[in-house]
């Protein structure tokens, strides 16, 4: 038996969540979704339990981030869980020039927050769990799919030995950078290997970081110490991801916790006074991916499965994010207007619209940690001047913070 769906979402992580939720939030009562995830979903009052508090990971959120989830009520939900950024503090290692961008200096509450990847991922899953008119299936393997048609997407899946087949009129593919949907429609995308690894551990310091993230750019890579809430274990707490080669990735990953923070601190200097806590450390390899559609008939592909980036300015999410928002919006006004949801028409006039934003923002992730990392001199002597003048002139960075923000000029 086939059974019919308006949408179906298929990965279930924060990308996809916030996708499902952002859809029934904007589309009328009638459109149903369907999120289908390949793990198994817990009971989200379960999720607080799972992990110690100190080796919670984050995500930072743009200040246009913080803004979208107030519109769907979600920002209330985790708001306490996350870390405001007062200023962001951008210097070279052994090199002059910095600059210092402050949230006052554009009216904002904050440039952005470093939310735990905890608390958001149960408010997402709680309230995908509570909307009416969202279809949550956990456990649901995708057998196959056929290329939408004028009638829509043909899928199968097993979910716990159960055999389903469901035909959608919209399928979203958000099942991350290794997509096996997006190969299975021979969607090819082009990837770059930067030979770096990151290495992600939260960091307790003998001082508050006074909500100040600071990104370093450092001959093998750049440093970001982002600032986390207080956990009971450690209350000045950041969280790291330092990018290096993937020869120093792995000595890192495995040196001792006294030898990981010398390396660390000599780093970073005493900004924040000694480290006093090492967390769990660990260690991802570094590439970008860009699909070469992100639409055809009847399928959108978003998240990192369209888009996977460099972390250097921790924009992954936001953009998916921004996608999102502008994909509801879209398919909210075709509804109205009595078109398909999945019009090639109305999913192409969702592309042109994001592609500005995506082109910039992929651009920007893939060029600034080269251009950090690159030795010559000269370039270097650039990089110092070009960072002091930052703070010489507002109008430049203004429009650099904005853009990063994802608010409009």
Same mark, same amino acid.
């Given at each position: ?13 924060? $990308? ?18 369907? /999120?289908?995830?390949?793990? !198994?979903?817990? $009971? ?11 080796? @919670? ?13 107030? !519109? ?14 007062? &200023?962001?503090?951008? @210097? ?7 600059? *210092? ?14 939310? #735990? ?66 190969? &299975?429609?021979?969607?090819? @995308? ?6 770096? !690894? ?27 110490? *982002? ?34 923070? #010398? ?55 936001? /953009? ?20 398909? /949801? ?5 999913? #192409? ?7 500005? !934003? ?6 920007? @992730?893939?060029? /600034? ?14 990089? &110092? ?25």
């Amino acid at each position: 038996m086939i059974e019919e769906r308006d949408i179906i979402i298929v990965g279930g992580g924060m $990308v996809g969540m916030s996708v499902a939720i952002l859809l029934r939030t904007q589309l009328s009562e009638t459109t149903g979704v369907t /999120l289908l995830e390949g793990n !198994d979903l817990p $009971v989200s009052g379960d999720l607080q339990d799972t992990y110690p508090a100190f080796d @919670s990971r984050a995500t930072a959120l743009s200040f246009s981030s913080r803004r979208i989830f107030e !519109d769907i009520g979600l920002w209330e939900v985790f708001e306490k869980k996350t870390s405001p950024i007062s &200023s962001i503090h951008v @210097s070279s290692k052994d090199k002059f020039g910095s600059t *210092l961008l402050t949230s006052s200096d554009y009216g904002w509450p904050a440039l952005g927050y470093v939310a #735990e990847n905890l608390a958001l991922g149960t408010a997402l899953l709680s309230s995908t769990s509570d909307q009416a008119g969202i279809e949550l299936f956990g456990s649901a393997i995708v057998l196959s799919v056929k290329a939408s048609d004028a009638y829509g997407t043909s899928i199968k899946i097993n979910q716990n030995g159960v055999h389903r087949h469901f035909k959608a009129k919209l399928l979203i593919v958000a099942d991350g950078a290794k997509s096996k949907l997006r190969e &299975s429609f021979f969607i090819d @995308s082009t990837i770059k290997n930067y030979g770096q !690894d990151a290495i992600v551990v939260n960091v307790g310091f003998e001082q508050p970081h006074m909500n100040c993230a600071f990104e370093r750019f450092t001959d093998s890579g750049p440093l970001a110490v *982002l600032p986390l809430v207080e956990a009971s274990s450690q209350p000045n707490r950041c969280g790291v991801v330092w990018s290096v080669n993937p020869e120093r990735g792995k000595e890192l990953e495995t040196t001792s916790l006294d030898g990981f923070k #010398e390396l660390l601190q000599k780093e970073f200097g005493y900004r924040l006074g000694r480290i006093s806590h090492i967390g769990r450390r660990s260690r991802f390899p570094l590439s970008q991916l860009k699909a070469r559609e992100q639409v055809r008939n009847g399928i959108v592909i978003m998240g990192n499965a369209a888009h996977a980036l460099h972390p250097v300015a921790g924009q992954g999410f936001n /953009l998916a994010l921004r996608d999102a928002n502008e994909l509801a919006k879209i398919l909210s006004c075709a509804e109205i207007k009595g078109k398909r /949801l999945g019009d090639l028409g109305v999913l #192409e006039s969702y592309r042109l619209a994001r592609q500005r !934003d995506q082109e910039i923002i992929v651009t920007a @992730s893939d060029v /600034l940690p080269r251009l950090f990392t690159n030795r010559n001199r000269f370039l270097g002597l650039a990089r &110092s001047i070009a960072l002091t003048a930052l703070d010489i002139l507002p109008p430049l960075k203004t429009k650099l913070v904005r853009r990063a923000a994802g608010m409009p000029f």
